[in-house]
């Protein structure tokens, strides 16, 4: 038992489904061949009737038992062994790829096979041949698949895989057939949510947290939307109990208004304070302006950022910061604690932020935020380790044509920035990179930037290193009329009056990346335009992108055009890879396989 839990580590494998989803590469069959198969190997009788040896390589010539034809054989090799093996009258089953040369039978260097009639299953693991199918014959056994919750046609396919009768039973021309293939899908993603499942810890909350929303909504100069009222409502019965502090992911849209849902749970913790953590200083002081905006006025709001607080935190309903206040020994205990654009923070950084404010075994409760739309197929295995809340609408309609260009219509390009610039909106324009390189047949941010200065007033740049970086972005924002950058900008900036982006090189990024970037127009409903610059023609993916304007149709997209890439797995850049389901095509697989877990749950509770 020791033994195999050693082999389990070296695996890495944490479960038995792991191991029954170990499929063998392939199979050595020594199963008699019935009819001569040219071009395949063949498992035959025979018996040695002439040896000969001509410079150094050995020539036996057999006679098959069953059709009575003669094959030769070459061996290139020679030991003694081969020598004593194929004497003259003995008799073997050899195995090999049997070809045809003018009439007669061929086959290179057989092997005499000493277990006839047995198939035995190949892998290609971390491990000896004999020890993974050792682990195999002991754990992948039916009594313990039905343990699992798989259903008997399940657990026959899985047996077929690992201990075929006959290679019919597997395998349908070279591939796998169809049918098992749908099998291993389910059982992917039943085991991968079984996992997850099984990570799900709740703790009881601080406190009930049931403020009036009322103050704030009401004096909204704007309706709230259908989305968001729906997601502040499923915050409220969450924030509402006391057994279990409330574990929720909040996933929105590119524009889709989640800062009011985040300023919206601020009023429900009243008269408690909540804190919100953003990943950049920038973020932090956007919320913090939105929230003085918008909260009411007796509402105290605190920004902590490294050497620029605003407001005292000691004192504050609502403390908004970046990673700075993880250094803040006095934090005030907080009932809830929200974080936005989670995925830029490591599970550290988060777990440290709930200690902060935890008190024993009673935790605040959390709200995770994010613009970065994930596949719904994604989401739905994210719902075993927490909520999730989707907003896929925004509040209005926004107005963005995507087109892709090339240097031929570059002329036209720079008319149309001189119209925008002319009505005051604002232009970005994103680089590859900072410096030249032989890498990337574009011009970088450096190379570029002469070019646009000579030609307009009030031109900005700013990249990643540039530690400037935020006062440059809020510096346009008042006064600027083109910004040169590179992908920086992706999260988050709300800048009014853009209502042009040109990316130079769309093709070398991901579809989500370019789906934030065109995030930055048209946030105030003004017609808007993206232009994605590529040097190639023919341009599937961006053509696809241009179409399509919901971040979560888009993400589908991503995951189509990169083979299922990075899945959850409790953080979201983990890279959980499957083999065999599709997270873009098999939403079915994924519900199947989510209905069954509850139904077992159901029966056999906790």
């Not at 919320?287 to 050497?307: D, I, N, S, T």
């Not at 219509?409 to 925008?420: A, M, Q």
Request: proline share 4%; net charge neutral.
């Amino acid at each position: 038992m020791e033994e195999a839990k050693q082999l389990f580590k070296k695996l890495k494998i944490h479960s038995l489904l792991d191991l029954a989803l170990i499929i063998p590469v392939s199979y050595n069959d020594t199963t008699l061949t019935g009819t001569l198969e040219l071009g395949k190997v063949n498992t035959l009788e025979a018996k040695v009737i002439d040896t000969s040896i001509y410079s150094g390589k050995l020539r036996v010539t057999f006679l098959l038992t069953r059709s009575g034809r003669r094959l030769s054989s070459t061996f290139f090799k020679v030991t003694p062994y081969h020598h004593k093996l194929f004497e003259v009258g003995s008799s073997h089953v050899i195995q090999g790829r049997l070809e045809e040369y003018k009439g007669y039978l061929q086959m290179s260097q057989p092997r005499s096979i000493k277990q006839v009639g047995k198939i035995t299953p190949k892998y290609k693991t971390v491990l000896k041949e004999s020890e993974i199918s050792s682990l195999i014959e002991c754990y992948v056994n039916e009594h313990n698949l039905y343990n699992e919750g798989l259903d008997s046609k399940e657990v026959a396919t899985l047996m077929h895989i690992h201990f075929p009768k006959s290679m019919d039973e597997v395998y349908e021309g070279s591939a796998l057939k169809p049918d098992l293939v749908a099998v291993l899908k389910f059982v992917e993603a039943y085991n991968h949510l079984k996992k997850l499942r099984g990570k799900k810890a709740d703790f009881p909350a601080i406190r009930a947290l049931t403020g009036n929303i009322a103050p704030f909504v009401d004096n909204l100069p704007f309706q709230l939307t259908k989305e968001q009222q729906e997601v502040i409502a499923a915050i409220q019965s969450d924030l509402a109990r006391e057994d279990k502090a409330a574990k929720r992911m909040v996933v929105g849209d590119v524009g889709s208004g989640k800062t009011m849902v985040i300023l919206a749970s601020v009023m429900m913790a009243l008269p408690h304070k909540s804190i919100l953590m953003a990943p950049t200083s920038l973020l932090a002081l956007q919320l913090y302006e939105e929230a003085c905006k918008h909260l009411p006025r007796q509402v105290k709001v605190a920004l902590v950022m490294q050497g620029k607080d605003q407001g005292d935190y000691r004192e504050a309903d609502f403390i908004i910061g970046t990673h700075a206040l993880l250094y803040k020994e006095d934090l005030p205990q907080a009932s809830l604690v929200m974080v936005d654009e989670q995925h830029r923070f490591g599970t550290r950084q988060r777990q440290s932020l709930e200690a902060l404010v935890s008190t024993g075994e009673k935790k605040p409760h959390f709200i995770q935020f994010s613009a970065t739309p994930i596949p719904r197929t994604q989401a739905m295995m994210e719902s075993e380790l927490l909520d999730v809340s989707l907003i896929t609408s925004t509040p209005f309609e926004r107005e963005v044509l995507t087109q892709t260009i090339s240097k031929q219509d570059f002329p036209n390009l720079l008319s149309h920035i001189k119209e925008e610039i002319a009505q005051q909106h604002q232009v970005l324009i994103i680089y590859p990179l900072v410096e030249e390189s032989s890498e990337v047949p574009y011009q970088s941010l450096e190379e570029s930037r002469g070019f646009w200065e000579e030609k307009f007033e009030g031109v900005y740049v700013t990249h990643g290193k540039d530690k400037q970086k935020e006062d440059v972005l809020l510096a346009f924002r008042e006064k600027g009329n083109i910004l040169l950058a590179t992908t920086v900008v992706e999260v988050g900036i709300s800048l009014p009056r853009l209502t042009l982006i040109v990316i130079v090189g769309a093709e070398r990024l991901g579809l989500a990346t370019l789906h934030q970037l065109r995030g930055r127009v048209g946030r105030n409903g003004l017609k808007s335009w993206c232009y994605l610059y590529s040097n190639s023609a023919e341009n599937f993916r961006l053509e696809q992108f241009a179409q399509t304007n919901n971040g979560f149709d888009i993400a589908k997209l991503d995951l189509k055009f990169r083979d299922s890439g990075d899945i959850l797995d409790g953080t979201i850049q983990s890279g959980q890879r499957f083999k065999w389901l599709d997270m873009a095509e098999d939403e079915e697989v994924v519900v199947r396989a989510k209905n069954r877990l509850a139904s077992l749950e159901n029966e056999f509770p906790g």
